[in-house]
């Protein structure tokens, strides 16, 4: 009971010297206001404004209508190149696709022969260079179907039909939005618990409360929960109000639901923060030790790029010491597909596992820590 | 002889507050000066302002015949001061050897091998810190580090030797013997001056001449005798009180500690058996016994870092003693044992509340936490505010608060739940004399009122006199315990600082014996003025590279933390889309409909997927993000491509991961499209479309993720690793003190910062090797440039990475700000607009100025280019053109960036 009460008294001055750190609240307004937003609108794996060159050697009304096609918003309008320039060109990296078209192409197809087009790719942008191929090829393609006529229109013998499930027009800023939230409370979570707890030790005020009648998970305690508190707050306050209300991502799964996963992986994350502080004798070194860390979690959390992708030794790593994979898929599956309780429950299990452990450990580390 | 230094009309503030009001002093020549006062009335302003570190705001600074105002003199007059910061070893490298820290000051002074080899042999042996060359600085004793500091402030003959505060900490006997040396160091070079500060108001009386400061004015100065004459008191303490303006003199009656009524038979308060405390193979506190009956002030004495706060922590239950036990009361003390911390009071060293808090939150907290009860909380909170005089500081928070009411305020928080015992590790430490009285007041009602058991640390001399029993630490040890009276009679001296130093010195032997016997012989100044530039550089790459092998965190996080980073991003972050999770919901089961199922899975980018069962399944499985792709065949397909009509089929895809999805959606495009060919070409139709369309992947056939990525990564981390590791090795200087070298020796701000950055331009360099290495290796990227090439760009590359990392530390103060300064700088713009994952050719134009604004994007290139693109001389001459003029701007912009003196 006491402990309960302790607990309570110390997330209460937790919460007051957050409060009083005006630059930390800026910070975690901006990263779940603006920050958000801007993420989500700025660089994206979206095939978006690519550029394209065309090297135009048959000089035709066919061949202008295939340029003409090259459109936004996917790609910039092409710029006519000679074959070297756009060999340099391409190696310089300024353009991503050169569509070549040789002479006499408009002339064999009216012929009633065959012709071909090439489309030089460079393959090193490999997020859009693929894709962007794709997409060039498609609409070339049936740029020069609607060139030769209605009769000719028909070539596909099946008529294919995508559904989208879960973002009709695959719009990136549906994901990215999600994934900076859940990214933004990594990194704040790390940063606020651990912090927290070092500059206590730098101020001489945990030694101060551990004479106390406080014991130390009554402290550890205090600061996960007042952290927690504040960014899954911000968290789900940003996801109603700026991804959903401003943004206009539609968010259809369980709130509760999500709430509570959240609410698991704030703990975790709060945990592994007070666990990377125990590790550090001050402020300087905990932040060589918590960069790498967020910059790692981050990318290897699937919220960056699929994973699927990671070789599985790689991928079942992550799996078992970050938290973070798990929360993606269980963000993913509750608030794009609306999954329930009996689809997400064992991502939501294994992040509390690695909370618990997480917890442990620092009160393991807590004593060593003091004597240092 | 004229005044070594002249001050006219100096006026110094930090924001709103004045360190310095509108002083003029005349500070003599060829002398002992001190300054006198207690903490933050003035005195390190103005030795800072005199040495030239600090700079001047208001008025003028004369010191030795130079105008300090001006930097063309501070310039000229810099190599004859030498300047000793307050604090400990301050402006010692900790993890350096005595000999290296003394060849590092040489070096600073322009001094050549065998100059510096002679110079510090003679000083070492001066100062009986010959046994110990090559004992890292960190390890010393403190009053080891204060000579040690003195060494390398005599290193090159300074003719005005400033020394702020140098003996603050120091056990009595290592005091005596550094102001023995000092006469000693003068009695050899008459012509040099000295100006010192000290809060040990006795220790002032052996100086010639005397400055007393108070709030930023000068109140007195003149001989020892002159002060006292002028303040009519016995002690210079007394006089000090007594100069005081009327209001601040505190309580006139002197304070009297009245008898302790016995307390007979009762249990002692503290019972302390074989107390031992090991830290590794440091013994802080060595078989520790003593009996503390109740009621009694007991004081314990001792120089810093001999074992008094280790000891008091274990009173407390925050250490828990590696062999031995306490009992309080006659019990017995366990680490975890809650009862027996509601009897304790503890104040520790330093101010330990929470500066977030106003005092009144501050005292709410306590009380909550000492399970006082609701109902009584307010009324005891009144009444402890009331009897400590705080009730108009309630709302206030602690940090604007004097050092004085912060200690009232932190013996408040600690009697607040009427403990039994208090504990108090230095609590008067750099507080006023007036302030110092009024806590001991306190104390002694506490004590003799209340009967509580106080059991106080303090390195006064007077206070330990006020004590009931004293007891002397040095070295883990407790040499001496008794009462005050006791100890002088049993050695036989008149005062009881006599009796100690005997204790010390008996105990010291050797070490202790009187210093100064070997001469300070004058040394030749050999004077390379040209090359000594070309030396400071040198001087602080070597330092800094000893620093940085010493230390492993920072070493592991230069080495390691690139490796480590480059193979996780370098697997993890990839875009090839393979094994994609593939369902079929096969309706039609004919010919047909199998084969075009069997066309997907006849490529790698779809995995074998098991049939679904119906509609419900295929909902359910993609919910569950089984699926990331499912095709659905309706009934009557086959029979419908037989008779020639175009049938409908449907492909779900799983848009949770846009890029996956239309990745995935390309892929079930082509698979489709080559089926429905092959039924052509089947039926009898021509090979041939009308239009082909071939696609060639330039530079990377295979079209593999790791193959552009890779060489990406490497420009990442070698922009990210070793600018925070060159913004952390400049502020970690601001942070420790050590900066003040750079201010107070003849080193130059590019020399100080070339001289820093070479170390990790050599360690991100060779990272860059291992990296391509592992790139070629392990990642099988092809490499297709000139590698010699590529390295030397690189070398431009991590100068300029370098460089951006001493540009954040010129402006950050601390470690952990240039950190999260320079990542998030750093990163932003390198990760989204140099071509890591969105090619600089597609950024909008805004996007694109960012990422040509930092070296990142122009790296990228040459990195890519040189692995994949088969780049050679002529593709890398204009970026590393580019590349060098960052490193160029990044470096001037950090000189000027960089203050030679602190403001």
Known sequence: MQSLKNIAALTVKELRALARDRIMLVLILYVFTAAVWLVSNAASTEVHNLSVGVVDEDQSQLSARITDAIQAPMFASPVALTPEAAAQAQKAGRYVLVLSIPPGFERDLMAGGTAQLMLLVDATAVAHAGNGATFLRQAVLTEIAAWAGPQAASTSSVDVVFRNLYNPNLSPMWFTAVMQLMNNVTILMLILSGSSLIREREHGTIEHVLVMPVRPHEIALSKICANGGVILGAQILSLLLVVEGLMGVPVTGSLPLYVTGALIYVLAMGSIGLLLATLAQNMGQFGLLVIPVIIVMFLLSGAMTPMESMPDWLRLAVRLVSPAPHFVSFAQGVLYRDAGLLTVWPEMAAIAAMALVAVSLVLWRFRKVLSA | MGPVARLTGVTHRYGAVAALQDVTLDIPAGCMAGLIGPDGVGKSTLMALVAGVRQLQAGQVMVLGGDMGRAPVRRATAPRIAYMPQGLGRNLYPTLTVRENLDFFGLLFGQDRAERDARIAMLLKATGLDPFPDRPAGKLSGGMKQKLSLCSALIHDPDLLILDEPTTG???????????????????????????????????????????????????????QDLRQKGGGKTLEAAFINLLPADRRGDPAPLI????????????????????????????VDDVSFTIPQGEIFGFLGSNGCGKSTTMKMLTGLLTPTQGETELFGEHMTSGDMQSRLRIGYMSQGFSLYGELTVRQNLTLHARLYAIPPADRAPRIAEVLRDFDLQAEADALPESLPLGIRQRLQLAVAVLHRPRILILDEPTS????????????????????????????????????????????????VLEVGAPAEIVARHRTDTLEAAFI???????????????????APVPTQNPARLAALIRTRAYA?????????????????LAGPVILFITMGFGISFDVDRLSFGVLDQDQSAESRGLAEGFTAIRQFAEGAPLAGPQELAARMRQGDLSLALEIPDGFGKALAQGEAPEISVWVDGAMPFRAETARGYALGVIQRAAKDRAVAAGASTQDAVSFELRFLFNQAFKSANAMVPSILMLILMLIPAIMAAISVVREKETGTIANFRSTPVTRPEFLIGKQLPYIAIAWGGFWVLAALGRGLFGVPFTGQIWAFGAVALIYVTASTGFGQLMSSFTATQVAAVFATAIIAIIPTVNFSGLIVPTSTLALPGKLIGEAFPGAWFQQVSVGSFVKGYGWQDL???????????????????????????
Request: glycine share 8%; hydrophobic share 45%; aromatic share 8%.
């Open chain 2, 170 to 224: 120091v056990d009595p006997l290592s005091r005596g013997q550094f102001w023995d040396l000092i006469d000693h160091v003068r009695a050899q070079r008459p012509g040099m001056s000295v100006l010192t500060a000290t809060a040990y108001m006795e220790e002032a009386d052996r100086f010639d001449w005397l400055a007393a400061m108070d709030a930023g004015r000068v109140i007195a100065s003149g001989t020892p």
């Open chain 2, 257 to 284: 500690l009245p008898p302790r009524p016995d307390s007979g038979d009762a249990v002692p308060a503290i019972e302390a058996r074989h107390l031992t405390m090991r830290f590794g193979d440091f013994t802080a």
């Open chain 2, 430 to 477: 750099g507080v006023d004399p007036v302030a110092r009285d009024v806590f001991w007041r306190k104390l002694i009602g506490l004590s003799r009122d209340d009967g509580v058991t106080i059991f106080i640390s303090t390195h006064f001399m007077n206070e330990a006199e006020r004590c009931d029993r004293i007891s002397l630490m040095h070295a883990g040890k």
């Open chain 2, 502 to 520: 005997e204790v010390l010195a008996h105990e010291m032997g050797d070490a202790a014996r009187p210093l100064g016997s070997e001469g300070i």
């Open chain 2, 542 to 558: 070597w330092r800094e590279t000893l620093e940085l092998m010493r230390d492993p965190i920072r070493l592991f996080f230069a």
């Open chain 2, 877 to 903: 001459v204009f970026p590393a053109l580019v590349l060098a003029g960052f490193a160029l701007t990044y470096l001037g912009l950090a000189i000027l960036g960089l203050r030679k003196q602190e403001r």
